[in-house]
């Protein structure tokens, strides 16, 4: 079973700061299977990238994955006020298909 | 328009069974498989379950094996999952899910359905 640990659990910036949230695999991810996905309160959540690094379709480009093996990283390049939420990293390259435990960014 | 409904959920007794349901519409149901996935309010997403297209193969997390059962019906173009012997930590908001399909994981998610499991 692949653990996925994600860092920082908060994260406090400010409407036009970047922001970088880091997952890490307990094991490698085979072919990159890694996802990231966005959850506002009282929504479902949103798959914003997939294959580490691909955005989803409709995902803004201040939006980026990359990463590969064990480390992976979703960078905001310019914060919107829209983008303040949980993001969660999932690897579906081995069943049981794992989610991070969730990083929220925070207005500052 | 691409969507997932979820219903069925509501409130349980401890060993109390409940069964939701899934109806899918704007895309090819049976070319997909399918999965369920909870969340404990304020906390984190959970995989529950996955059924490929054409239901011949099921997964399940082990905190639900023997106790749930999913299962399809692409002629109705529904998923559903069965839960039995419902305990308190099945609490959570249940979501419909569409994949993982490789190589997208799960890309569409129904609006979630509460399940409260409480004597």
């Known amino acids: 079973e692949i653990v996925l640990t994600q860092s920082p659990g908060t994260l406090s910036l400010s409407p036009g700061e970047r922001a970088t949230l880091s997952c890490r695999a307990s094991q490698s991810v085979g072919s990159t299977y890694l996802a990231w996905y966005q959850q506002k309160p009282g929504q479902s959540p949103r798959f914003l990238i997939y294959g580490a690094s691909s955005r989803a379709p409709g995902v803004p480009d201040r939006f980026s994955g990359s990463g590969s093996g064990t480390e992976f990283t979703l960078t905001i390049s310019r914060l919107d006020p829209e983008d303040f939420a949980v993001y969660y990293c999932?690897?579906?390259?081995?069943?049981?298909?794992?989610f991070g435990q969730g990083t929220k960014v925070e207005i500052k | 328009e691409v969507q997932l409904v979820e219903s069925g959920g509501g409130v349980v007794r401890p060993g109390g069974s409940l069964r939701l349901s899934c109806a899918a519409s704007?895309?090819?149901?049976?070319?997909?498989?399918m999965s369920w996935i909870r969340q404990v309010p304020g906390k984190g997403l959970e995989w529950v379950s996955n059924v490929n297209w054409n239901g011949d193969t099921t997964r399940y997390a082990e905190s639900v094996k023997g106790r749930f059962t999913i299962s399809r019906d692409n002629a109705k173009n529904s998923l559903y999952l069965q839960m039995n012997s419902l305990r308190a930590e099945d609490t959570a908001v249940y979501y419909c899910?569409?994949?993982?399909?490789?190589?997208?994981?799960?890309?569409?998610w129904g609006q979630g359905t509460t399940v409260t499991v409480s004597s």
């Open positions: 999932q690897q579906y390259d081995t069943s049981p298909w794992q």
């Open positions: 704007g895309f090819r149901f049976d070319d997909y498989d």
């Open positions: 899910t569409r994949g993982p399909i490789l190589p997208f994981p799960f890309d569409i």
